[in-house]
């Protein structure tokens, strides 16, 4: 999502501590930034990463162990105090990374709009079948959560709307994941790219723009690529991501996905799931573009057509490593 490049790079920009260009260039135009998080920006190592760059005290967390709605409330008062007591003589952008929609689920009584649901959620406790016959009350806590992150949201865009910035003022809100309840066997996020895990909303408010639905193919790095031009930015896009810019009308054939281990190739008929990243490369998982599940032979016809197909995902994969390497 900041970065515009594929998930598979993680471990070398970790490596090299290599900040996101978004933030470089935010830098450069003099931008006010603030940044919050429910979670720790230590854990994935986002302060190592993409935030590398912005000093420590600009990176806020909420130490303790609040529930994560709690976190979320809070965070969101810290975010609107930034935006209120900043220099209006120049430019800002903040960033809040919300907890409440994750396992345990969490949200205050008067979020609740789906019961009954489970009181909690003990991982060390909660076997396979007990999963299985609760999961349908687990689904209805994310749910409550949801509506909870949802009113967060609205207490932002009520803030900015008094305020008179949303003329002014993109706004983005995005999902970095979905969440799966036994649809295709697993409960969660980051362990398969199957549908509910990888498919999110997007969510964006450009000052001036005609309201529309995107209907493609979309990925998070075409992210990046759509607000680089909103903030002056002439280079190609190649040079900074493998992204698409939807809003100018381009458009994707395919998706590459990416988690630890593996990266997913997902087009209109196939999603192909190879155990790879930037090094190393196993066997792969064939399954139809909404994980249908395909015979042996089905698998081997659907892998021989997308072959090169494939080979282009790799070229893509690699575009930003060859360039390090020729340095």
């Known amino acids: 999502m900041f970065t515009g490049i594929p998930g598979s790079y993680w471990f070398p920009v ?51 162990g609040a529930p994560g709605w709690e976190k979320d409330q809070q965070n969101v008062a810290h975010l609107l105090k930034f935006i209120d007591t900043r220099d209006k003589h120049r430019p800002f952008f903040t960033f809040m990374f919300f907890e409440s929609p994750h396992a345990r689920y969490y949200f205050p009584p008067e979020s609740v709009i ?29 749910l409550n959560s949801v509506h909870h992150l949802d009113s967060q949201f609205g207490r932002v865009f009520d803030y900015l709307k008094q305020h008179d910035l949303l003329k002014n003022t993109v706004v983005l809100m995005l999902g970095d994941h979905g969440e799966e309840f036994l649809e295709n066997g697993r409960w969660g996020h980051n362990s398969a790219f199957t549908d509910q895990q990888t498919r999110t909303p997007l969510v964006l408010w450009v000052p001036g723009m005609k309201p529309s639905v995107y209907e493609g193919m979309s990925n998070h790095m075409d992210v990046i690529p759509m607000l680089m031009p909103m ?23 395919h998706a590459v996905i990416a988690e630890w281990s593996s990266t997913g190739y997902i087009d209109r008929d196939a999603k192909i799931t ?4 930037v090094v190393a490369a196993q066997h792969p998982l064939v399954t139809g573009p909404h994980d249908e599940v395909l015979s042996p032979q ?30």
Do not use: C, W
């Open 274 to 277: 190879l155990p790879l990243s």
């Open 231 to 253: 903030l002056g930015v002439k280079n190609p896009q190649q040079d900074y991501t493998t992204g698409f810019n939807l809003l100018a009308g381009e458009t994707r054939d």
């Open 114 to 142: 789906r019961t009954p649901y489970l009181d909690d959620i003990n991982y060390f406790t909660l076997s396979k079948t007990e999963l299985a016959s609760q999961i349908h009350l687990i689904k209805n806590r994310y």
């Open 298 to 327: 089905e698998q081997d016809a659907l892998f021989a057509r997308k072959a090169k197909n494939l080979a282009a995902m790799l070229e893509e994969l690699g575009r930003y490593l060859k360039k390090s390497q020729a340095k």
């Open 14 to 64: 970790l490596a090299e501590r290599k900040g996101a260009p978004l933030i470089d260039v935010l830098k450069s135009q003099n931008y006010q930034m603030s940044f919050y998080t429910s979670a720790k920006f230590s854990y994935p190592e986002f302060d190592a990463t993409i935030f590398s760059q912005v000093p420590t005290e600009q990176l806020h967390e909420i130490a303790g």
